[in-house]
């Protein structure tokens, strides 16, 4: 499986970018974000990527991110959404606006994006909501994206195994601080998101980042 490439960009379509790896040519779906996130023809371009496999046909998917990449995934699993819904999701909202929408458990974001119905974006949220606070905490470390390498790096294709939906455990300063940013990347005002991440480290001092956003999430939920 071809986990990422990295080459030199040929040219780009609507929907897809055609790179370059040392005399291969690999067309690469994307997102309308990550297309305009891409240099020109005869720039360098590395993208994560994501392989279907069907009888017929052979796509690969490109993204600026483990994050996105998964959220792929994850928006592939449920009942109804396939490749082009999911880069649709995806293109209308980007990784973080997906984390948002989900988290919150707000369909109406996920339905904006284009050829999805009402009660797929309900699906959506009620599958993927208990995952958005692992997903979220992907974004914090190494699992980043990170800049094309150099065009002379040896290794310009290599596999990236399927990245798991669970954050290895951290220190509590170091997950609280996570847990924090991603709430406030939801729109939570510091102070309420302040409060209700120190209640959920206090009642698990041992929680990692995605415990403490998970728990977070449930205290900041509103009652009724």
């Given at each position: ?143 980043a ?18 990245v798991?939906?669970t ?58």
């Amino acid at each position: 499986m071809i986990g990422r490439i990295a080459g030199v960009i040929v040219y780009k379509g609507d929907d897809h970018v055609l790179i370059d790896v040392r005399g291969v040519g690999y067309v690469v779906y994307c997102t309308d974000r990550v297309l305009a996130s891409l240099g020109r023809a005869g720039e360098a371009a590395a993208l994560f990527t994501d392989l279907l496999v069907r009888e017929d046909l052979l796509q690969l998917f490109g993204f600026p991110s483990l994050v996105e990449k998964e959220w792929f995934r994850l928006l592939m699993s449920v009942q109804g959404v396939g490749a082009k819904a999911s880069l649709a999701i995806l293109s209308a909202l980007g990784a973080d606006g997906v984390s948002r929408a989900i988290a919150l458990g707000d369909w109406n974001a996920i339905k904006a994006a284009k050829g999805i119905g009402p009660k797929t974006a309900q699906r959506v949220v009620n599958e993927l909501k208990d995952k958005a606070p692992m997903v979220m905490a992907m974004g914090f470390g190494a699992v980043a994206g990170t800049p094309a390498p150099a065009l002379d790096d040896e290794a310009v294709i290599e596999d990236v195994a399927p990245v798991a939906v669970t954050a290895a455990p951290a220190p509590s300063a170091s997950a609280q601080a996570e847990a924090l940013s991603a709430l406030g990347n939801l729109g939570y005002a510091p102070g309420e998101a302040a409060s209700a991440v120190a209640q959920a480290a206090g009642e698990a001092p041992e929680a990692d980042t995605a415990g403490l956003i998970r728990a977070a999430l449930k205290l900041l939920a509103p009652k009724g």
